[in-house]
Nanobody, 127 residues
């Protein structure tokens, strides 16, 4: 699966952005999709994930209530709506994909479990 992330940019604290991740390739709708982020000198951090149907979502505690992940399988695209942005949300955001299995639904926080990654999109939140 090839992934293309977009939608990053510069936004003031308290503002909103919506990231998109378009997928192409083999049966992309069968995959659990996730978003991760990373800042220089820090470990890659899980942000959110969504199962293949879109009915189940998972969030890091740091973004719960502010971010929302969704998917449109007809468009092979996953979205990350980010509201009430904070300076600490500044990072490069990566989308990722892995087969949606029972293991994936317990292991979704672990970046090493994902098979395919997009190129990243930079989100900068200013005060």
């Amino acid at each position: 699966v090839q992934l293309q992330a977009s939608g990053g940019g510069l936004v003031q604290a308290g503002g909103s952005l919506r990231l998109s991740c378009a997928a192409s390739g083999r049966a992309s709708s069968r995959y659990l999709r996730g978003w991760f982020r990373q800042t220089p000198g820090k470990e890659r951090e899980f942000v959110a994930a969504v199962t293949q149907s879109g009915r189940t979502t998972y969030y890091a505690d740091s973004v719960k209530g502010r971010f929302a992940i969704s998917r449109d399988n007809a468009k092979n695209t996953v979205y990350l709506q980010m509201n009430s942005l904070k300076r600490e949300d500044t990072a490069i955001y990566y989308c990722a994909s892995r087969l949606d299995t029972a293991d994936a639904r317990t292991d979704y926080r672990r970046g090493h479990g994902y098979d395919d990654w997009g190129q990243g999109t930079l989100v900068t939140v200013s005060s």
